[in-house]
């Protein structure tokens, strides 16, 4: 059984290991390989989910199996005071039908409620089939569409809002 507790500094080659696995797993198809490790490489440095993880206005949390990270999720304000963003919610493959990203997932909404949050947007490739069922099965709904740039690559984006 997953325990789900708050990410600490010691987590973090966990959740590296955790983004670079689920990256290749879910966006080699979509991206490339080298755009993967490009954009898991920036927005997993250290220093990047280190500050994340000390930022008190931000959720971080890991989900562990035998003490090992198997998963993590973070989610934070917006410009709107009412929003929240998911910034990231993943799960090793090979966990992927254990239930654990739908416990960290509900985590994640009731810290954000308890911190006040109303709203809650996710923006999601637009061909990460696995990642927009999870959100539809979750209640959320496509609300817009937009164009990323990810490691110089563009592709399309779809952004789910609803209630928590």
Known sequence: MAVIRPASD?????????????????????????????QVNEWYADDVITGSIDD???VYLVATVDER???????????DADAATLHAIYVLPDHWDDGIGSRLFEA???????????????YVLAENDRGRQF??????????????????????????????
């Open 56 to 58: 008190d206005r931000t």
């Open 135 to 164: 959100y539809e099965r979750h209640g959320f709904s496509v609300t817009e569409r937009d164009r990323v740039t990810l490691a110089g690559q563009h592709a399309d984006e779809v952004i789910y809002e609803d209630a928590i």
């Open 108 to 122: 994640v909404l009731k810290r954000l409620q308890e911190r006040g949050f109303d709203q809650l947007r996710i």
């Open 10 to 38: 010691g987590d973090v080659a966990g959740i590296q290991r955790v983004a670079r696995t689920t990256w290749h797993a879910t966006y080699d198809d979509i991206l490339g390989s080298q755009t993967v490790d490009a």
């Open 69 to 79: 990270v198997t998963g993590y999720a973070s989610a934070g304000p917006t410009d």
